[in-house]
């Protein structure tokens, strides 16, 4: 477990605050717009000179008394042809007084997108909604390939076994912990709930395209173990490759704590 628990945080850790911040439903949060009459001061300031369509400020309270307050700017929900999708980035409060400010404190974008027939659904939705994706440094054209791979190698359990057996899930070419009997009873779990159907309605909840140049792409997917007690508290993370022009691989899969 260590081993296992050792990897996520190195491939994760990076990216740990937007995660947090990616899932402001976890705390008491309110939105604000620019017509909000009860929006802080520091929150109207930021929206009269940003392209952000609202604020979201989640405060900690019952989790850590002195805890300053998180603030998310997002824009609005844009769909083209099946994808919906809303940018989103952290945002922290400099200064003192009347001259405390919101800046950012994240360079980059997160992009949450879902694929919708009809209607966009409404960002941060509930267990029981359909939900956005969070991606880090991935196009929509790769989020739509990687969920379309994802659908259908957890569409049964015999076709979560080709893709094992097609990428070398247990051989030496995959991630350091598959040939342990950890990494064994992970597979075994994960396809149990995969063979009951409790994968595809868990859902991928986050997708990581990790930096490196080459022809070779790497991904993290996160999707909640619907099988952890209490509710939520592991996760599944599927490590994916992939060379230009050629297919998906699984190259390693991770249980850890949330």
Excluded: N
């Excluded at 929006?39 to 989640?58: E, F, G, K, Q, Y």
């Excluded at 400099?94 to 960002?123: D, I, K, V, W």
């Amino acid at each position: 477990m260590k081993t296992g628990m050792a990897v996520v945080l190195l491939l994760l850790g990076a990216v740990e605050a937007q995660a947090l911040r990616a899932q402001p439903a976890a705390l008491p949060c309110q939105t604000f717009a620019r017509a909000s009459p009860a929006a802080p001061d520091v929150v109207r300031d930021w929206l009269a000179h940003s392209s952000d369509d609202h604020v979201i400020v989640c405060t900690a309270a019952g989790v850590a008394q002195d805890a300053a307050p998180l603030y998310t700017g997002e824009s609005g929900v844009t769909k083209h042809g099946t994808l919906c999708s809303y940018s989103s980035h952290g945002l922290i409060r400099a200064g003192s007084g009347t001259a405390s400010r919101l800046q950012r404190f994240e360079r980059g974008e997160a992009l949450s997108m879902a694929l919708a027939g009809g209607e966009c659904p409404a960002p941060h939705a509930t267990a029981t909604e359909q939900r956005y994706t969070t991606t880090y440094d991935l196009t929509p054209a790769a989020f739509m390939s990687i969920m379309q791979y994802w659908a259908a190698a957890v569409d049964s359990a015999q076709s979560f076994d080709r893709e094992l057996v097609c990428c070398g899930a247990g051989d030496g070419s995959a991630a350091a912990a598959a040939g342990t009997a950890l990494a064994a009873e992970t597979r075994t779990r994960l396809r149990a709930a995969i063979a009951a159907g409790r994968i595809k309605a868990a859902g991928v909840t986050r997708i990581v395209r990790f930096s490196g140049r080459g022809l070779r792409r790497r991904y993290a997917l996160t999707l909640p173990d619907p099988d952890s007690r209490p509710a939520g508290a592991t996760v599944y993370v599927i490590y994916l490759s992939k060379w230009a022009a050629g297919p998906y691989h699984i190259t390693g899969i991770t249980h850890a704590a949330s």
